[in-house]
């Protein structure tokens, strides 16, 4: 027989006794069981291997080497190299996709015939499989023969046909140019939904107080999806420290190191130099490094919140 | 919103459809280019300047593809694990998102910053002691060792999206339910989820997608031919020697169809205005 | 709606599961010999591989071959993996860098016990001394592809040239009338980090035909003045803007056989492979522009993990392997060197010769001695600094300077 059950009201989250008190955690164990046994713990493995310093894969005991591996992570030249690579690579990234988000998902919104074609346009770059992007976009980069020289060329805009992908400056360009391609649809749809989910009646009181469109999307828009638009800028930051794929197919790290990010290091390490010791500190340092910036937007939002 | 005036169509015209067009451009070229690239006559592949039309009299290059290739089985095996990843992250992802978003209990912070520190770990570094997980489990080259390690990934991805949706549907309908005697497993079924509906089609097709382009541990957990996924399937085309770029390409497009058609098929469920009029009452 | 949704996805998932773990109970009788490499897939190899694992079987009807394959790109990566699972495959196809590495891990079983070499000895490649180390050997070196120029006939007649060149600067007059840009060029080369691995040997076969060795006595000595020259001509090649800038190995290789490209410093490999896609094509080969003929080589190993289950039947099987490659025309693309071997192809293509004559160069030229599973950290850092030579015009004799510099300080 049902019972009165007052809900936790909207200003208090308090919760009284109401529900079984472990109800929360019978519906969070599933998934927070599975992300320990199928991420945290190799995780946690992988930091013991840190502190090993093997040709193998897989250290031995006697292979125990302490704080090596960290002492030359931070003595290393390569490693600021790596650091200021990835910097660049993740603000380029992450700037360009969620404003190029941001727009589709805005053009998205508006209803019209063929909305529904346009919106599933926009998921191919998502759709088509990685090494095939990587390798069309390799050739389009073709300094001889690729399409985009020749519209530069076409357009006049170049005396010289530019090689995009071999020359330290315009290489870690074209890797984000590439990589934006692939990500932005992500930040698009999830915008997409929560745009959808702002009351029609906020933007009918806003018209009634005279603000015109630009004015409705600061003081309506912006706010009401600002959640999403945080977590889509915060995935965006820690998936782009890890993203590894299409930098290796189209330059392995680059003319002269200049698109070697953290993954790739971390790959290069492991499986081309046979130090996973190594690769490991870097993946602790750069995990740590993620979770310094997810503090700093935990902290706005807590703050947002409580505002 | 805008007022069809004949001002008001050209204004449409240049702030919507074509910024639109242009975004689509952007999105579709490069699968143009693998058309172009897939159906080009031996000698056109490689000249300047380039040709800009693929060559339909090329069409053999799909059958070829068909005959020598796998195709159906890649496909098969994809699906399956990318419809698995996808059911699954979302039948662990609700509950949970649930749970954060309308309970305050202890330890909630912290589970999740779990969920997100899971994103942030480098699948180079943790793939061998998955391997041996897996192995000892006798899983390798199963459905389930794909199915569990990208659920992994991706459900936390979806208990975030979820969760921050859940957020913004206001508790007061909720309440009234609750008030008027409906428990509280009704109130999610026939209140809260549907109103969520848009963002659970989002996650599905999030973690959709991830699993159908995932390449790493496809390769490693399933490496028996008979367990290859479409991104393991193609890795392979790229030889010692060379790749056969017109087979390359045509597959990659041939691949792209089915998670394009997924969404063109879902996306008209991320139409949500149900959250609007609910209040309203 | 949503609930149905819900008891769906329980149900495709228990589903699913059940089947995954029904599918991996599986009993083998006799024994399977699971057999790695990334040749399944190659086009014709994958099938002759196939055709000789069906006629071992009918020899030995109680071992059965089970195919592990991969794609090449990840293949060693893999094996990495697989080794330090414990998931070692029975027999493992071994190219030569990761050969060294898993030899130096303790990975790979010595076959001296289990084969009876000696027997072999007659049909055993020049490169089969590399698997020796401290009087064991590690790997049957089943075969090596070998670098030469590899040149277009047509298209040399057509700029008036009657013979390949035999010294570097006849190398560059002929490229320069050779060119054509865009649509034909005198070259095809690897010249950039996104394809370090292919660069390595080319670059190496250049230095070696100037005379420089990457290591000498075990140290580097990628300073000396003959491997200068050897990064100096080089860059005097990407100058000249004699071959296509950006474009890769599988690229170019495909241009060489459209008769857009007059010459390659490649692998025999290749040389068949450009003339079955394209019967037509007239092209040679011819020792490498230089005086020094030393080549270096691309090396196959076959060879038995310690933790293989099955070693008998693996020793058994390479045995068995070895001695009928030629009968399966293997022999004949790749194991040129082989005494028996050569004796098919020369008698076809007459000018292959010089693959066979052109000695080779210590640990096949590309495997610093001393340094052979370091070689990625090695190669990383001399060809970065070749890099710099050829992008920033940094001079030659300081950049290998430091390239010296931080080889010898490599922890």
């Given at each position: 027989m049902p019972r009165k059950r007052p809900f936790p009201s909207k200003n208090s989250r308090v919760q009284k006794r109401i529900w079984p008190q472990f109800l929360p955690y019978i519906l969070t164990t599933p998934i927070i069981l599975f992300t320990v046994v199928f991420v945290l713990y190799p995780m946690f493995q992988s930091v013991i291997i840190s502190f090993y310093d093997s040709r193998s894969l897989l250290p031995q005991a006697n292979d125990y080497a302490g704080l090596k591996n960290y002492v030359w992570l931070f003595t290393s030249p390569s490693t600021l190299i790596t650091l200021r690579v990835t910097l660049f690579y993740v603000v380029g990234t992450v700037i360009c996709s969620v404003s190029l988000g941001l727009v589709a998902a805005l053009l998205l919104n508006v209803p019209y015939r063929g909305r529904g074609l346009a919106r599933a346009a926009i998921t191919v770059p998502w759709g088509t499989p990685l090494v095939a992007s990587a390798l069309i976009w390799f050739w389009m980069f073709d300094?001889?023969?690729?399409v985009i020289n020749y519209f530069l060329y076409l357009l006049h805009l170049t005396p010289q046909s530019i090689q995009w992908l071999i020359t330290p400056q315009w290489a870690l360009l074209s890797v984000i140019l590439v990589d934006v391609w692939r990500i932005f649809p992500f930040g698009a749809i999830v915008l997409l939904t929560a745009l959808q989910a702002v009351p029609a009646n906020l933007y009918d009181a806003a018209a009634v107080d005279g603000a015109g469109s630009l004015s409705k999307f600061f003081h309506v828009t912006l706010p009401s999806i600002r959640p999403s638009l945080a977590i889509t800028m915060l995935l965006y930051t820690i998936w782009g420290m890890k993203r590894f794929d299409t930098i290796w197919v189209l330059t392995q790290g680059g003319p002269l190191d200049n698109t070697s990010v953290m993954a790739v290091q971390i790959y290069r390490e492991a499986f081309r130099n046979f130090r996973i010791g190594r690769a490991s500190a870097l993946a602790v340092v750069g995990t740590i490094l993620s979770l310094i910036i997810t503090f700093f937007y935990f902290r706005k939002e807590l703050n947002h919140e409580k505002a | 919103m805008k007022k069809h005036s004949g001002k008001g169509i050209a204004i449409r015209l240049y702030s919507i459809y074509l910024p639109t067009l242009i975004f689509i451009l952007f999105a579709v070229f490069p699968a143009y280019w693998m058309l172009v690239s897939s159906l080009q006559r031996e000698g056109n592949l490689y000249i300047w300047p380039p040709r800009i039309m693929p060559d339909f009299t090329q069409f053999h290059v799909f059958q070829r593809l068909f005959t020598t290739q796998p195709i159906a089985l890649w496909l098969k095996n994809s699906l399956i694990i990318s419809l698995g990843v996808a059911c699954l992250s979302v039948l662990f992802a609700i509950p949970a998102a649930y749970a954060f978003s309308r309970f305050r209990f202890r330890g909630s912070s912290v589970m999740q910053l779990l969920l997100l520190l899971s994103q942030m770990v480098p699948s180079t570094v943790i793939i061998v002691p998955l391997f041996i997980l897996f192995r000892n489990w006798h899983l390798l080259n199963t459905y389930a060792s794909l199915i569990l390690a990208d659920t992994a990934i991706t459900a936390p991805i979806t208990v975030w999206i979820l969760k921050v949706f859940f957020d913004t549907i206001p508790t007061e309908i909720e309440e009234a339910a609750l008030i008027d005697g409906c428990t509280p497993w009704n109130v999610l079924r026939y209140i809260t989820l549907p109103i969520a509906v848009p963002s659970v089609v989002t996650g599905f097709t999030l973690s959709f997608f991830e699993a159908w382009n995932e390449f790493a541990y496809a390769l490693t957990f399933a490496n028996d031919q008979q367990m290859w996924v479409t991104s393991v399937g193609m890795a392979s085309w790229i030889g010692w020697l060379t790749t056969p770029v017109e087979i390359m390409m045509s597959g990659a497009l041939f691949f792209a169809i089915p998670s394009v058609v997924l969404f063109l098929v879902l996306q008209r469920y991320l139409v949500s205005g149900l959250a609007a009029g609910a209040v309203k009452q | 709606m949503l609930v149905k949704f819900f008891k769906l996805c329980l149900f495709v998932f228990v589903l699913a599961s059940l089947i995954a773990l029904g599918t991996s109970v599986l009993c083998a009788q006799n024994v399977e010999l699971k057999l790695a490499t990334w040749h399944w897939t190659e086009p014709g190899r994958g099938d002759t591989l196939k055709a000789i694992c069906e006629a071992f079987t009918k020899e030995y009807p109680n071992i059965t071959i089970s195919p592990v394959s991969l794609p090449y790109a990840r293949y060693q990566d893999q094996m990495m993996i697989q080794m330090a699972g414990n998931e070692a495959p029975d027999v493992l196809v071994a190219a030569d860098i990761m050969f060294f590495a898993f030899m130096n891990l303790g990975y790979l079983l010595p076959l001296d016990e289990l084969i009876n070499l000696k027997a072999l000895e007659p049909e055993f490649l020049d490169a089969q001394k590399i698997s020796q180390i401290n009087e064991k050997t590690y790997g049957l070196a089943t075969e090596y592809v070998t670098y030469a120029l590899l040149y277009n006939e047509t298209l040399f007649k057509e700029a008036g040239i009657d013979h390949p060149p035999t010294t570097p600067d006849e190398f560059l007059e002929d490229a320069k009338k050779l060119t054509k840009a865009p649509n034909q060029y005198a070259l095809g080369t690897r010249h950039s980090m996104n394809e370090e691995g292919g660069w390595w040997y080319e670059m190496s076969y250049w230095v070696e035909g100037f005379g420089g060795k990457w290591t000498t006595d075990g140290k580097p000595s990628v300073n000396t003045p003959e491997v200068i020259n050897g990064v100096k001509f080089y860059k005097e090649m990407y100058d000249a803007n004699i071959f296509p800038k950006g474009v890769d190995a599988s690229t170019y290789r495909r241009m060489f056989w459209q008769g857009k490209i007059a010459m390659l410093t490649d692998n025999q490999a290749t040389f068949f492979l450009a003339l079955s896609s394209n019967p037509d094509l007239n092209i040679k080969a011819a020792p490498g522009p230089f005086e020094n003929k030393l080549t270096n080589a691309e090396i196959v190993f076959y060879t038995i993990p310690k933790s293989a289950k099955h070693q008998k039947e693996a020793a058994i099987f390479l045995d068995w392997f070895y001695r009928h490659l030629k009968d399966y025309g293997l022999g004949v693309q790749n194991v040129v060197g082989s005494k028996s071997a050569n004796k098919i192809i020369l008698e076809k293509f007459p000018y292959l010769m010089t693959f066979v004559e052109a000695p080779l160069a210590d640990n096949g030229g590309i495997l610093p001695k001393g340094y052979e599973t370091r070689l990625p950290e090695f190669r990383h850092i001399v060809l970065n600094h070749v890099t710099s030579v050829l992008i920033n015009n940094a001079d030659p004799k300081a950049e290998m300077d430091a390239a010296q510099n931080e080889l010898l300080n490599l922890e």
């Amino acid at each position: 027989m049902p019972r009165k059950r007052p809900f936790p009201s909207k200003n208090s989250r308090v919760q009284k006794r109401i529900w079984p008190q472990f109800l929360p955690y019978i519906l969070t164990t599933p998934i927070i069981l599975f992300t320990v046994v199928f991420v945290l713990y190799p995780m946690f493995q992988s930091v013991i291997i840190s502190f090993y310093d093997s040709r193998s894969l897989l250290p031995q005991a006697n292979d125990y080497a302490g704080l090596k591996n960290y002492v030359w992570l931070f003595t290393s030249p390569s490693t600021l190299i790596t650091l200021r690579v990835t910097l660049f690579y993740v603000v380029g990234t992450v700037i360009c996709s969620v404003s190029l988000g941001l727009v589709a998902a805005l053009l998205l919104n508006v209803p019209y015939r063929g909305r529904g074609l346009a919106r599933a346009a926009i998921t191919v770059p998502w759709g088509t499989p990685l090494v095939a992007s990587a390798l069309i976009w390799f050739w389009m980069f073709d300094p001889q023969y690729g399409v985009i020289n020749y519209f530069l060329y076409l357009l006049h805009l170049t005396p010289q046909s530019i090689q995009w992908l071999i020359t330290p400056q315009w290489a870690l360009l074209s890797v984000i140019l590439v990589d934006v391609w692939r990500i932005f649809p992500f930040g698009a749809i999830v915008l997409l939904t929560a745009l959808q989910a702002v009351p029609a009646n906020l933007y009918d009181a806003a018209a009634v107080d005279g603000a015109g469109s630009l004015s409705k999307f600061f003081h309506v828009t912006l706010p009401s999806i600002r959640p999403s638009l945080a977590i889509t800028m915060l995935l965006y930051t820690i998936w782009g420290m890890k993203r590894f794929d299409t930098i290796w197919v189209l330059t392995q790290g680059g003319p002269l190191d200049n698109t070697s990010v953290m993954a790739v290091q971390i790959y290069r390490e492991a499986f081309r130099n046979f130090r996973i010791g190594r690769a490991s500190a870097l993946a602790v340092v750069g995990t740590i490094l993620s979770l310094i910036i997810t503090f700093f937007y935990f902290r706005k939002e807590l703050n947002h919140e409580k505002a | 919103m805008k007022k069809h005036s004949g001002k008001g169509i050209a204004i449409r015209l240049y702030s919507i459809y074509l910024p639109t067009l242009i975004f689509i451009l952007f999105a579709v070229f490069p699968a143009y280019w693998m058309l172009v690239s897939s159906l080009q006559r031996e000698g056109n592949l490689y000249i300047w300047p380039p040709r800009i039309m693929p060559d339909f009299t090329q069409f053999h290059v799909f059958q070829r593809l068909f005959t020598t290739q796998p195709i159906a089985l890649w496909l098969k095996n994809s699906l399956i694990i990318s419809l698995g990843v996808a059911c699954l992250s979302v039948l662990f992802a609700i509950p949970a998102a649930y749970a954060f978003s309308r309970f305050r209990f202890r330890g909630s912070s912290v589970m999740q910053l779990l969920l997100l520190l899971s994103q942030m770990v480098p699948s180079t570094v943790i793939i061998v002691p998955l391997f041996i997980l897996f192995r000892n489990w006798h899983l390798l080259n199963t459905y389930a060792s794909l199915i569990l390690a990208d659920t992994a990934i991706t459900a936390p991805i979806t208990v975030w999206i979820l969760k921050v949706f859940f957020d913004t549907i206001p508790t007061e309908i909720e309440e009234a339910a609750l008030i008027d005697g409906c428990t509280p497993w009704n109130v999610l079924r026939y209140i809260t989820l549907p109103i969520a509906v848009p963002s659970v089609v989002t996650g599905f097709t999030l973690s959709f997608f991830e699993a159908w382009n995932e390449f790493a541990y496809a390769l490693t957990f399933a490496n028996d031919q008979q367990m290859w996924v479409t991104s393991v399937g193609m890795a392979s085309w790229i030889g010692w020697l060379t790749t056969p770029v017109e087979i390359m390409m045509s597959g990659a497009l041939f691949f792209a169809i089915p998670s394009v058609v997924l969404f063109l098929v879902l996306q008209r469920y991320l139409v949500s205005g149900l959250a609007a009029g609910a209040v309203k009452q | 709606m949503l609930v149905k949704f819900f008891k769906l996805c329980l149900f495709v998932f228990v589903l699913a599961s059940l089947i995954a773990l029904g599918t991996s109970v599986l009993c083998a009788q006799n024994v399977e010999l699971k057999l790695a490499t990334w040749h399944w897939t190659e086009p014709g190899r994958g099938d002759t591989l196939k055709a000789i694992c069906e006629a071992f079987t009918k020899e030995y009807p109680n071992i059965t071959i089970s195919p592990v394959s991969l794609p090449y790109a990840r293949y060693q990566d893999q094996m990495m993996i697989q080794m330090a699972g414990n998931e070692a495959p029975d027999v493992l196809v071994a190219a030569d860098i990761m050969f060294f590495a898993f030899m130096n891990l303790g990975y790979l079983l010595p076959l001296d016990e289990l084969i009876n070499l000696k027997a072999l000895e007659p049909e055993f490649l020049d490169a089969q001394k590399i698997s020796q180390i401290n009087e064991k050997t590690y790997g049957l070196a089943t075969e090596y592809v070998t670098y030469a120029l590899l040149y277009n006939e047509t298209l040399f007649k057509e700029a008036g040239i009657d013979h390949p060149p035999t010294t570097p600067d006849e190398f560059l007059e002929d490229a320069k009338k050779l060119t054509k840009a865009p649509n034909q060029y005198a070259l095809g080369t690897r010249h950039s980090m996104n394809e370090e691995g292919g660069w390595w040997y080319e670059m190496s076969y250049w230095v070696e035909g100037f005379g420089g060795k990457w290591t000498t006595d075990g140290k580097p000595s990628v300073n000396t003045p003959e491997v200068i020259n050897g990064v100096k001509f080089y860059k005097e090649m990407y100058d000249a803007n004699i071959f296509p800038k950006g474009v890769d190995a599988s690229t170019y290789r495909r241009m060489f056989w459209q008769g857009k490209i007059a010459m390659l410093t490649d692998n025999q490999a290749t040389f068949f492979l450009a003339l079955s896609s394209n019967p037509d094509l007239n092209i040679k080969a011819a020792p490498g522009p230089f005086e020094n003929k030393l080549t270096n080589a691309e090396i196959v190993f076959y060879t038995i993990p310690k933790s293989a289950k099955h070693q008998k039947e693996a020793a058994i099987f390479l045995d068995w392997f070895y001695r009928h490659l030629k009968d399966y025309g293997l022999g004949v693309q790749n194991v040129v060197g082989s005494k028996s071997a050569n004796k098919i192809i020369l008698e076809k293509f007459p000018y292959l010769m010089t693959f066979v004559e052109a000695p080779l160069a210590d640990n096949g030229g590309i495997l610093p001695k001393g340094y052979e599973t370091r070689l990625p950290e090695f190669r990383h850092i001399v060809l970065n600094h070749v890099t710099s030579v050829l992008i920033n015009n940094a001079d030659p004799k300081a950049e290998m300077d430091a390239a010296q510099n931080e080889l010898l300080n490599l922890e």
